[in-house]
């Protein structure tokens, strides 16, 4: 068991996985400027307003229109998002395709995983 953990922990630092947003769906721009609102006068974090969302903080994004997933997202930073897709595939999940962007040599560089998990869905992201 500990000899399959480390297997795990190695396959994962070698894909660099990290979490590198949350973000949450909120009922409108209107809610989501409140929302923004509420993290900046209780945490002191400023806003970035932007066209689909807000970023109240690095980490967190407030979708200003239901967003994939029925809470929100969370957003996975990876070094390889191909291989992170086979990795996640052995584990029993697959892609959305209609979400995929792709880098100017054809890889991959953002995806949609199809599963929820706790009603968040998970993108990955290369960085």
Known sequence: MADQMSK???????????????????????????????????????????????????LIEIMKKDGPGEKGHIAIGCHDVDAAVAFFEKRGMGVKPETAKKNPDGSLMFIYLDKQIAGFAIHLKQY
Do not use: W
């Open 8 to 58: 795990e922990y190695d396959a994962v630092k070698e894909l660099g996985l990290c979490v590198l947003h949350v973000g949450i769906n909120a009922n409108g721009e209107e809610d989501a400027l409140r929302i923004a609102d509420e993290f900046q006068t209780l945490m002191g974090f400023i806003p970035r307003v932007g066209h689909s969302s807000i970023f109240a903080s690095d």
